[in-house]
């Protein structure tokens, strides 16, 4: 396409450098928002840049089209710097319509850059997205620096010759707008082309027309003035650590991380699980690694999903279910029969906003109560909580070493944001790994249900199928060693101590908490746990290097907490605990140390933005 | 604490485990317990394969009185822990014990999933018409009418009839029997026999709340008239005179009871059992005992594919010559050197 005119200021030896870029793409949900972002995604992180993404779409699949709660979006923040979070404020708002610029123009910087599908800014679309006169004219963008394109009209044009209808033309417009951004940000297509040609295998006309789409809009950046002041950008590849990258996203990270878990402790998975927003991915990467041993089973509900994975557990395998917080709920039940018959369980939640059905497609961090608290009677168990997609992998992996050593269930706290995000990773190697196999080898004569290992408190994991080990377990309260049903006061006494102790026993077993960044002790500590953690490192980073005695502190292990807890945070004069939700690890904090731990909380559906958490840092320090 | 016997030298009183029975006096429940203890050294399973798998109520219990593995699971879930623990091991030979409220009420959704996806185990129903362990309220399996302390002037519920639910989930065996029956281990047998899911609902009495509730199908003065035993093969006649018969009214396509040599009707008249003809298994299920005796027996026995041959011919197809490697796996796509 070089026999086109390419304007001496576009050249890319001209173009801007900047350390970084927040792109925020935003459309119709039948637009493939999504689809442009993973692309967007990939190619930038085979450019080397680190990114962190954030899909923001509705809970609708295909609500009505032009429709503000229809609007789709996906965030993109990349450069040649370390990046934590997928950035507080867009630097450029692409809006396929008038409905996603209405949704999303309040959080693009004053001065960035708006691209507009002109050719939807018709007097329906207008009015549909709320509009009393067009924004394109009436100058309320004048803070922005705005490009006007009738993208409808154009990529008709580009598809003409494949013969698509009109509609199936339109759906090419993502592709088209994914190649003006990869000119503007000097991208190659090569990835998008390949990935367009493998998808579309089996129907070639559609992947031409996107693949025209996509060159068709890098070409209009070519030959196009695009306008005073609108500049072409590069941004260098990141120093990132040696070693071979992929892109991951939380949902493959926890399925990767659980496979490699369950293999480290020589059993193989059986993960029962029901449908529910945002977890289901896990049980779509699971369902296709049968090679692996794994044995997905789709239950008719929540509560037959944990309970045949808490069957398979008693039969051997490692037994995992997943869901969100009000499938957790309908879980709660079974949780205790895990517990009283001690058996090895993984419980993921896929943290979501909201009590009952709440915004399923929005990320709060607010079942930490629920996992901490949220059974009847004294019903304790390990939680663990991830705080990046790639980190779902290490604590997967954790779940399955605490679980089959200690035989208890694990909570696993991810969240929508973590489970949808991407980011890039540097591989691990697990057969470098130390396996934590488990251990059958029980001596018969020896055996009781409930006798236990001195050291952990585990009991003997006896699988049906193992000759003269036959025995019974349930709920009722039991025996201690024989497993017995057992109404003794004494006895409940004992068992109730024994479960507790058990698992506080763990914290001798977990790494002591470190400090991510900042001293051992200090004038302030920030606190956090789950994916607040890119804002509050960001954040925290940018105050020690304004000179601030602020030290940041983010928990993998939520129960029990790591044994050095304490005596670190009482090395600080002021705790504070930023958390998308009303306060929940700050209770428990409180509860365990007496310490003044101060809450900073969001529940809007939105995850922190660095300045907030720079706000807090601030109030926190002055007061 | 247990002794390994080979199998062949198993007899009843070793599937018993040493903890004290405590249903009450005249339940209904120590004779299935029997019944299943005569049966199991007469079945080829290995000692440590069978899994008594149960959710709560009296009869859920039963797991603790056998010698073998044995779960005692929470209201009306065994089906799916039992379908978790054989999807895991097909090798194990699972049977859930069960009763009407766990099993049709708290537990309705989970058994019909466990009956339509036929997984291999025998589900053994013991339905007293009534709440036992928490004492005395009606079930859904109750009449209408009848007072308990939850419906002190009579239940208005629809009663359920669980092998018409049965076969409607789209089960493939279905077999009644009652508590005391000499034959049961009979049926029980069949039930192990067949590859799928087996439901055997035991028609037991619950001596304290609901005494004497079969007693119109089962008091000896009455059994006869009240009773039919179906063979596969072989005509639907029974009565004291072995001279009643049920036949399909071709109209209304319905059954009904008739007499052998009445009306000019003779044996070729009577129906012959199929018990692999579905629709036959319904209306016989359906036979209440009212205008109709109520069908004993293997009502309907038609194997398909079990769910864990389903996941099991899968996992196989997923197979590969090589070990998989997760290492591999995580480096499968997009990758770049940095």
Same mark, same amino acid.
């Given at each position: 396409?070089?026999?086109?005119?390419?304007?001496?200021?576009?050249?890319?030896?001209?173009?801007?450098?900047?350390?970084?870029?927040?792109?925020?793409?935003?459309?119709?949900?039948?637009?493939?928002?999504?689809?442009?972002?993973?692309?967007?995604?990939?190619?930038?992180?085979?450019?080397?840049?680190?990114?962190?993404?954030?899909?923001?779409?509705?809970?609708?699949?295909?609500?009505?089209?032009?429709?503000?709660?229809?609007?789709?979006?996906?965030?993109?923040?990349?450069?040649?710097?370390?990046?934590?979070?997928?950035?507080?404020?867009?630097?450029?708002?692409?809006?396929?319509?008038?409905?996603?610029?209405?949704?999303?123009?309040?959080?693009?910087?004053?001065?960035?850059?708006?691209?507009?599908?002109?050719?939807?800014?018709?007097?329906?679309?207008?009015?549909?997205?709320?509009?009393?006169?067009?924004?394109?004219?009436?100058?309320?963008?004048?803070?922005?620096?705005?490009?006007?394109?009738?993208?409808?009209?154009?990529?008709?044009?580009?598809?003409?010759?494949?013969?698509?209808?009109?509609?199936?033309?339109?759906?090419?417009?993502?592709?088209?707008?994914?190649?003006?951004?990869?000119?503007?940000?000097?991208?190659?297509?090569?990835?998008?082309?390949?990935?367009?040609?493998?998808?579309?295998?089996?129907?070639?006309?559609?992947?031409?027309?996107?693949?025209?789409?996509?060159?068709?809009?890098?070409?209009?950046?070519?030959?196009?003035?695009?306008?005073?002041?609108?500049?072409?950008?590069?941004?260098?590849?990141?120093?990132?650590?040696?070693?071979?990258?992929?892109?991951?996203?939380?949902?493959?990270?926890?399925?990767?991380?659980?496979?490699?878990?369950?293999?480290?402790?020589?059993?193989?998975?059986?993960?029962?699980?029901?449908?529910?927003?945002?977890?289901?991915?896990?049980?779509?990467?699971?369902?296709?690694?049968?090679?692996?041993?794994?044995?997905?089973?789709?239950?008719?509900?929540?509560?037959?999903?944990?309970?045949?994975?808490?069957?398979?557990?008693?039969?051997?395998?490692?037994?995992?279910?997943?869901?969100?917080?009000?499938?957790?709920?309908?879980?709660?039940?079974?949780?205790?029969?895990?517990?009283?018959?001690?058996?090895?369980?993984?419980?993921?939640?896929?943290?979501?906003?909201?009590?009952?059905?709440? !915004?399923?497609?929005?990320?709060?961090?607010?079942?930490?109560?629920?996992?901490?608290?949220?059974?009847?009677?004294?019903?304790?168990?390990?939680?663990?909580?991830?705080?990046?997609?790639?980190?779902?992998?290490?604590?997967?992996?954790?779940?399955?070493?605490?679980?089959?050593?200690?035989?208890?269930?694990?909570?696993?706290?991810?969240?929508?944001?973590?489970?949808?995000?991407?980011?890039?990773?540097?591989?691990?190697?697990?057969?470098?790994?130390?396996?934590?196999?488990?251990?059958?080898?029980?001596?018969?004569?020896?055996?009781?249900?409930?006798?236990?290992?001195?050291?952990?408190?585990?009991?003997?994991?006896?699988?049906?199928?193992?000759?003269?080990?036959?025995?019974?377990?349930?709920?009722?309260?039991?025996?201690?060693?024989?497993?017995?049903?057992?109404?003794?006061?004494?006895?409940?006494?004992?068992?109730?101590?024994?479960?507790?102790?058990?698992?506080?026993?763990?914290?001798?077993?977990?790494?002591?908490? @470190?400090?991510?960044?900042?001293?051992?002790?200090?004038?302030?500590?920030?606190?956090?746990?789950?994916?607040?953690?890119?804002?509050?490192?960001?954040?925290?980073?940018?105050?020690?290097?304004?000179?601030?005695?602020?030290?940041?502190?983010?928990?993998?292990?939520?129960?029990?907490?790591?044994?050095?807890?304490?005596?670190?945070?009482?090395?600080?004069?002021?705790?504070?605990?930023?958390?998308?939700?009303?306060?929940?690890?700050?209770?428990?904090?409180?509860?365990?140390?007496?310490?003044?731990?101060?809450?900073?909380?969001?529940?809007?559906?939105?995850?922190?933005?660095?300045?907030?958490?720079?706000?807090?840092?601030?109030?926190?320090?002055?007061? | 604490?247990?002794?390994?016997?080979?199998?062949?030298?198993?007899?009843?009183?070793?599937?018993?485990?040493?903890?004290?029975?405590?249903?009450?006096?005249?339940?209904?429940?120590?004779?299935?317990?029997?019944?299943?203890?005569?049966?199991?050294?007469?079945?080829?399973?290995?000692?440590?394969?069978?899994?008594?798998?149960?959710?709560?109520?009296?009869?859920?219990?039963?797991?603790?009185?056998?010698?073998?593995?044995?779960?005692?699971?929470?209201?009306?879930?065994?089906?799916?822990?039992?379908?978790?623990?054989?999807?895991?091991?097909?090798?194990?030979?699972?049977?859930?014990?069960?009763?009407?409220?766990?099993?049709?009420?708290?537990?309705?959704?989970?058994?019909?999933?466990?009956?339509?996806?036929?997984?291999?185990?025998?589900?053994?129903?013991?339905?007293?018409?009534?709440?036992?362990?928490?004492?005395?309220?009606?079930?859904?399996?109750?009449?209408?009418?009848?007072?308990?302390?939850?419906?002190?002037?009579?239940?208005?519920?629809?009663?359920?009839?669980?092998?018409?639910?049965?076969?409607?989930?789209?089960?493939?065996?279905? @077999?009644?029997?009652?508590?005391?029956?000499?034959?049961?281990?009979?049926?029980?047998?069949?039930?192990?026999?067949?590859?799928?899911?087996?439901?055997?609902?035991?028609?037991?009495?619950?001596?304290?709340?609901?005494?004497?509730?079969?007693?119109?199908?089962?008091?000896?003065?009455?059994?006869?008239?009240?009773?039919?035993?179906?063979?596969?093969?072989?005509?639907?006649?029974?009565?004291?005179?072995?001279?009643?018969?049920?036949?399909?009214?071709?109209?209304?396509?319905?059954?009904?009871?008739?007499?052998?040599?009445?009306?000019?009707?003779?044996?070729?008249?009577?129906?012959?059992?199929?018990?692999?003809?579905?629709?036959?298994?319904?209306?016989?299920?359906?036979?209440?005992?009212?205008? !109709?005796?109520?069908?004993?027996?293997?009502?309907?026995?038609?194997?398909?594919?079990?769910?864990?041959?389903?996941?099991?011919?899968?996992?196989?197809?997923?197979?590969?010559?090589?070990?998989?490697?997760?290492?591999?796996?995580?480096?499968?796509?997009?990758?770049?050197?940095?």
């Amino acid at each position: 396409m070089n026999e086109l005119n390419i304007k001496a200021g576009q050249n890319p030896s001209s173009r801007k450098e900047v350390p970084s870029v927040v792109i925020r793409f935003a459309g119709d949900s039948g637009d493939g928002i999504q689809i442009t972002g993973s692309r967007f995604t990939d190619t930038t992180a085979l450019a080397g840049n680190d990114l962190a993404t954030f899909p923001d779409f509705p809970a609708e699949i295909r609500a009505p089209v032009g429709t503000t709660f229809g609007v789709s979006a996906f965030q993109i923040n990349f450069g040649s710097r370390r990046i934590e979070t997928h950035g507080d404020d867009p630097d450029v708002l692409v809006a396929l319509n008038p409905a996603a610029l209405m949704v999303n123009i309040a959080r693009l910087k004053n001065g960035g850059t708006v691209i507009v599908d002109s050719g939807t800014f018709t007097d329906r679309n207008l009015k549909k997205a709320g509009y009393k006169s067009n924004p394109l004219e009436d100058g309320s963008l004048a803070a922005y620096s705005l490009l006007e394109i009738d993208i409808t009209k154009l990529v008709l044009e580009s598809v003409k010759e494949f013969g698509l209808s009109q509609k199936e033309g339109l759906r090419c417009k993502n592709f088209w707008i994914l190649g003006l951004v990869f000119w503007i940000y000097g991208r190659k297509r090569e990835d998008t082309v390949e990935w367009l040609k493998t998808k579309f295998a089996k129907r070639p006309e559609i992947a031409n027309a996107n693949i025209a789409a996509l060159n068709a809009g890098h070409v209009y950046g070519e030959v196009s003035e695009l306008g005073d002041g609108f500049d072409l950008y590069s941004i260098p590849a990141a120093e990132m650590p040696a070693g071979l990258y992929r892109t991951v996203t939380g949902g493959e990270a926890l399925a990767w991380g659980l496979v490699a878990g369950a293999e480290l402790a020589d059993l193989k998975i059986f993960f029962g699980s029901y449908p529910i927003t945002p977890a289901s991915p896990v049980l779509h990467s699971l369902a296709r690694l049968k090679q692996f041993g794994v044995k997905t089973f789709q239950a008719e509900d929540e509560i037959a999903a944990i309970c045949s994975a808490i069957g398979a557990s008693y039969a051997g395998a490692l037994g995992i279910t997943s869901s969100s917080g009000p499938g957790i709920a309908l879980k709660g039940e079974a949780i205790g029969l895990a517990i009283s018959t001690e058996l090895p369980l993984i419980i993921v939640n896929s943290q979501r906003a909201g009590p009952s059905t709440g !915004l399923p497609t929005k990320t709060e961090q607010s079942d930490l109560y629920q996992a901490v608290y949220g059974r009847n009677a004294d019903a304790p168990l390990v939680v663990l909580a991830s705080r990046s997609p790639s980190d779902c992998f290490e604590v997967a992996i954790e779940a399955c070493r605490l679980a089959a050593k200690y035989m208890t269930p694990v909570m696993l706290l991810t969240d929508g944001y973590i489970g949808n995000a991407a980011e890039p990773w540097l591989i691990p190697t697990v057969s470098d790994r130390e396996p934590f196999p488990v251990n059958r080898d029980i001596d018969p004569e020896a055996f009781a249900p409930y006798s236990r290992d001195p050291e952990t408190l585990a009991r003997p994991w006896a699988v049906p199928g193992m000759a003269g080990f036959e025995h019974r377990i349930g709920g009722i309260e039991k025996e201690d060693g024989s497993g017995n049903i057992s109404y003794e006061p004494e006895n409940h006494q004992q068992m109730t101590d024994l479960r507790r102790n058990k698992i506080l026993g763990i914290a001798k077993d977990i790494p002591a908490q @470190a400090v991510e960044a900042g001293l051992e002790t200090g004038d302030l500590a920030v606190v956090g746990w789950g994916s607040t953690y890119g804002p509050i490192s960001r954040a925290v980073d940018n105050k020690i290097s304004a000179g601030k005695s602020v030290s940041h502190i983010h928990l993998r292990h939520i129960w029990p907490f790591p044994e050095n807890l304490e005596s670190l945070l009482r090395g600080f004069k002021k705790v504070i605990v930023p958390e998308m939700n009303d306060g929940q690890l700050k209770t428990v904090l409180r509860d365990q140390f007496l310490i003044d731990a101060v809450p900073v909380t969001k529940v809007t559906g939105q995850p922190f933005k660095i300045s907030e958490i720079e706000d807090a840092i601030d109030q926190a320090l002055e007061s | 604490m247990n002794v390994v016997v080979p199998n062949e030298k198993l007899k009843p009183a070793d599937f018993a485990s040493d903890q004290e029975v405590r249903w009450c006096p005249g339940c209904g429940d120590y004779a299935i317990l029997k019944a299943v203890q005569r049966t199991l050294p007469d079945l080829d399973t290995p000692k440590e394969k069978y899994v008594f798998v149960s959710g709560i109520g009296c009869s859920s219990r039963f797991p603790y009185y056998m010698s073998t593995y044995g779960f005692h699971t929470i209201h009306g879930r065994a089906p799916a822990f039992a379908t978790g623990i054989k999807i895991t091991n097909p090798d194990l030979d699972v049977w859930m014990v069960t009763g009407d409220g766990d099993g049709f009420s708290i537990g309705g959704n989970h058994m019909l999933h466990v009956l339509r996806r036929n997984v291999d185990l025998q589900i053994l129903l013991c339905n007293n018409e009534i709440y036992g362990l928490t004492k005395g309220q009606y079930s859904p399996t109750s009449g209408i009418g009848l007072k308990t302390p939850s419906s002190p002037t009579g239940s208005v519920d629809n009663p359920l009839k669980p092998l018409v639910f049965t076969l409607g989930a789209g089960a493939r065996f279905a @077999a009644r029997g009652y508590d005391t029956q000499k034959t049961l281990p009979v049926i029980l047998k069949r039930a192990h026999a067949h590859k799928g899911t087996s439901m055997v609902e035991i028609l037991q009495n619950c001596i304290v709340y609901n005494d004497a509730v079969f007693d119109n199908v089962l008091a000896r003065d009455v059994a006869p008239e009240k009773q039919v035993h179906v063979e596969h093969g072989e005509p639907l006649i029974y009565g004291a005179e072995k001279n009643k018969g049920i036949r399909l009214n071709t109209k209304t396509l319905t059954l009904e009871a008739v007499t052998i040599g009445e009306d000019g009707i003779t044996e070729d008249d009577i129906l012959v059992h199929d018990e692999k003809n579905r629709s036959l298994a319904m209306m016989l299920a359906a036979m209440d005992g009212d205008e !109709l005796p109520v069908a004993l027996g293997v009502i309907y026995c038609d194997p398909a594919e079990t769910y864990e041959d389903g996941i099991e011919h899968q996992m196989d197809a997923a197979k590969s010559a090589e070990t998989p490697s997760i290492d591999a796996l995580l480096r499968d796509g997009h990758t770049w050197e940095s």
